[in-house]
């Protein structure tokens, strides 16, 4: 028996019928907008290596978070860039520290506003590693104190949601992160504030330019010995279902365009909501090419967020957050 032709043709014939037909979308309510607060006042600072991406004091916010509501979108993902650093990163968990100052005011000037705060102490020490660092100077050489590390995470997301943080994102990668955070969450009271885990978590190049927006660049070393080896992806199931078991309630893929497979595996292994993380450099490189000419900026990254929705992404952070909004509008 012969095959008769298939015509798949016949569903692609007008707007409307391939609108009929369409698998998956992308609507505003994916959306998560990162936003950098930083130091001192009136400051509205571009960061150069992404064009239309800015720092601003906590004084300069309002009319960035007008827009953001405006547009619709429900939750952004906050950065701080404090004034001082040390050792042990302890402007990350001060009650006043620069995200609890912040978080603060966002929820007083838009109560519904989900706040979303990134838990790492990475812009908060001088060393510029996410935990505390041991270094032997017999052997030449530093290492991450695990279990030390947890202590100020706990304090730090401890503090970010007494501030009023809706939603810790911790994305330091510390062993045994998720369960720390959730306890310390619980005796504190805070039962209700869920966790959204920076499981997956690769040591990329990706991050690149967010390290010069939030001068969070490691001084000496790099993250290889708790972010993961780009080369795995049976390492990245095993990460997430480390985090389920510790109680995470929403997990994530970071960076994304590189690894749509890994978020494929793990929206197959795992019914938690998951989060793409469309990272820096992938919006600094969309940028760059926009601004040349040789990219209509607006379809490539239309095209790449349904990507990462067809992947399995039922959210995204991404720096397009505003544009994506104002575009879905039409
Ligand atoms: C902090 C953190 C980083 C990013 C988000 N949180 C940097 C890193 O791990 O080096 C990167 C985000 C981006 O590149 O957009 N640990």
């Not at 692609?12 to 698998?23: D, H, K, W």
């Not at 929403?250 to 929206?267: G, S």
Request: hydrophobic residues 40%.
């Amino acid at each position: 028996m012969s095959f008769p032709i298939v015509r798949n043709r016949r569903l692609r014939g007008s707007q409307a019928i391939r609108n009929l037909v369409r698998e998956t979308s992308v609507s505003v309510n994916d959306l998560i907008y990162p936003l950098f607060v930083t130091h001192g006042s009136n400051v509205k600072e571009e960061i150069p290596s992404m064009p239309g991406v800015y720092h601003y004091s906590i004084d300069r916010l309002e009319e960035e978070l007008a827009e953001v509501v405006a547009l619709g979108i429900q939750a952004i993902l906050l950065f701080g860039v404090p004034e001082t650093k040390d050792a042990k990163g302890s402007s990350a968990y001060d009650p006043n520290g620069i995200v609890q100052q912040a978080t603060r005011k966002i929820k007083q000037l838009h109560p519904n506003l989900l706040v979303v705060a990134d838990t790492c102490l990475c812009q908060f020490t001088d060393h510029g590693h996410c935990g505390v660092v041991h270094v032997d100077e017999h052997r030449n050489c530093a290492d991450i104190v695990n279990d030390e590390s947890l202590e100020l995470l706990v304090k730090t997301a401890v503090s970010q949601a007494e501030a009023g943080a809706d939603i810790i994102a911790p994305s330091n990668m510390m062993d045994g992160f998720v369960h720390a955070i959730r306890q310390g969450l619980d005796e504190a009271g805070l039962e209700n504030v869920p966790i959204m885990s920076y499981s997956v978590k690769y040591a990329s190049s990706f991050y690149g330019p967010f390290r010069d927006a939030a001068h969070s660049a490691p001084q000496f070393g790099d993250r290889k010995t708790y972010q993961m080896d780009p080369a795995n992806v049976r390492e990245a199931i095993r990460e997430a279902e480390a985090d389920v078991v510790e109680g995470a309630d929403m997990l994530m893929v970071k960076p994304a365009l590189a690894y749509m497979d890994v978020i494929r595996v793990i929206k197959e292994n795992f019914d938690l909501p998951l989060v793409a993380y469309n990272v820096s450099a992938e919006y600094s490189m969309v940028k760059a090419a926009a601004q040349n000419g040789w990219i209509n900026e607006q379809s490539i990254v239309m095209e790449t967020m349904i990507g990462f929705k067809r992947a399995g992404a039922d959210l995204i952070i991404t720096y397009f957050a505003k544009d994506v909004a104002r575009w879905l509008k039409g």
